[in-house]
């Protein structure tokens, strides 16, 4: 095999092992399909450009987290995004998003396969619920929920992909976590 075959094999083996986690993270930050494909494509990119030796995968994986978040922040940033609608600031506002956090248009778990139409509805309208909450979080806390809790990393690994304190990702988790339960109970409150 030649060097450009063994190099064409190991970028994708990196795109399948972090393709969809690295939209899925670009999408949750930028609502935006398009966008968080062009950064996922900014961070290959970035990855082919120059070289790199880590010292483990999970130095590997967070390098990936780190550069993405970094491509997010820069779309942000941009003078486009700058004048165009803001972020959804309430679930009313997601509402009518046709993306779910997985970056599809249905957001049921694949291992919670239900076959009567009923149930499929009401848990389709739930996990809706569920990511529109999460996406009315302020980013601080949006970042460190989709971190622990769909990416499952531990709270040293989110402190230092996000360059933030143990304590603080710690106490980021806690305050999104009210504020997801608190958000959803007024929702399911009906006195």
């Not at 795109?15 to 935006?32: C, T, V």
């Not at 030796?53 to 995004?81: D, I, M, Y």
């Not at 971190?147 to 992909?161: A, G, H, N, T």
């Amino acid at each position: 095999m030649t060097k450009e075959g063994a190099d064409d094999r190991e970028l994708q083996l990196k795109i399948d092992a972090y393709g969809d986690m690295l939209f899925k993270l670009s999408f949750l930050r930028l609502q935006n399909a398009q966008d968080a494909e062009d950064v996922v494509q900014e961070v290959f990119y970035q990855y082919l450009k120059k070289p790199r030796t880590f010292q483990s995968p999970e130095h590997e994986k967070a390098w990936f987290l780190k550069v993405t978040l970094n491509g997010c922040r820069k779309v942000w940033r941009s003078a486009w995004k700058r004048h165009q609608a803001p972020w959804p600031s309430g679930p009313g506002d997601a509402e009518n998003s046709q993306w779910d956090l997985n970056g599809t248009k249905e957001a049921m778990p694949q291992d919670a396969q239900v076959h009567e139409p009923e149930e499929r509805f009401f848990r389709r309208e739930e996990n809706r619920r569920l990511i529109q909450a999460v996406l009315a979080l302020p980013e601080k806390y949006r970042d460190v929920i989709h971190l622990f809790y769909y990416e499952e990393l531990s709270v040293k690994e989110i402190s230092r992909i996000t360059g933030r304190g143990e304590s603080t990702v710690t106490s980021q988790l806690t305050r999104g976590r009210e504020l997801l339960r608190k958000s959803l109970k007024e929702e399911y409150d009906f006195g």
